[in-house]
T-cell receptor, first 114, second 116 residues
């Protein structure tokens, strides 16, 4: 009964490929996020979705596109992968109506682009 | 703009001793929340403790307490009676109300190593 689950856990692919990472939460939260953690462990917001509408896009290249079929899912699609995309990607969720509630994170997807 | 600063890239502590991890923040929001997360070597992000900007008392959760000094804009994490399992990266984060849309801004983290 994992609260926020993302798949796959590891993803190894070649430059130029297109890949997707899936995320699902069963907490009933109405906001979901994607964060990128670089090799220096720095966590940076990429996207957030509230009630299926994009509300943040932090200068992420348009090769990255979030897709949310419903408020329990937020998938991340990446086109034309580059070496610099190698990182750990975390999905998270929160209840937007409770702005001081913590974000709940998935276990991360380690993407390696060769 | 909001900013979180963690000035200690790495810390060592002897098992069973207490340790303080520093965090300072900057925000123009009047209402905001401060969070600490733990990331062990296995990689998951674990929520530890929360402090609201209007909370008058410091937050505590088991062996974790937050030393909140609003005037100094600091929110240090105190871990009492350190255990070997406390060895991990620790991230301070902040979330405002105005315009942030619930986004958490993270510091660069502190790597804590507990020595037996």
């Amino acid at each position: 009964d994992t609260a926020v689950s993302q798949t796959p856990k590891y993803l190894v692919t070649q430059m130029g490929n297109d890949k997707s990472i899936k995320c699902e939460q069963n907490l009933g939260h109405d906001t979901m996020y994607w964060y990128k953690q670089d090799s220096k462990k720095f966590l940076k917001i990429m996207f957030s979705y509230n009630n299926k509408e994009l509300i943040i896009n932090e200068t992420v290249p348009n090769r990255f596109s979030p897709k949310s079929p419903d408020k329990a899912h937020l998938n991340l699609h990446i086109n034309s992968l580059e070496l610099g995309d190698s990182a750990v990607y975390f999905c998270a969720s929160s209840q937007q109506t409770q702005p001081h509630s913590p974000l709940h994170f998935g276990n991360g997807t380690r993407l390696t682009v060769t | 703009a909001q900013k979180i600063t963690q000035t200690q890239p790495g810390m060592f502590v002897q098992e069973k001793e207490a340790v303080t991890l520093d965090c300072t923040y900057d925000t123009s929001d009047q209402s905001y929340g401060l969070f600490w997360y733990k990331q062990p070597s296995s990689g998951e992000m674990i929520f530890l403790i929360y402090q609201g900007s209007y909370d008058e008392q410091n937050a505590t959760e088991g062996r974790y307490s937050l030393n909140f000094q609003k005037a100094r804009k600091s929110a240090n994490l105190v871990i009492s009676a350190s255990q070997l399992g406390d060895s991990a990266m620790y991230f301070c984060a902040m979330r405002g109300l105005a315009g942030s849309q619930g986004n958490l801004i993270f510091g660069k983290g502190t790597k804590l190593s507990v020595k037996p």
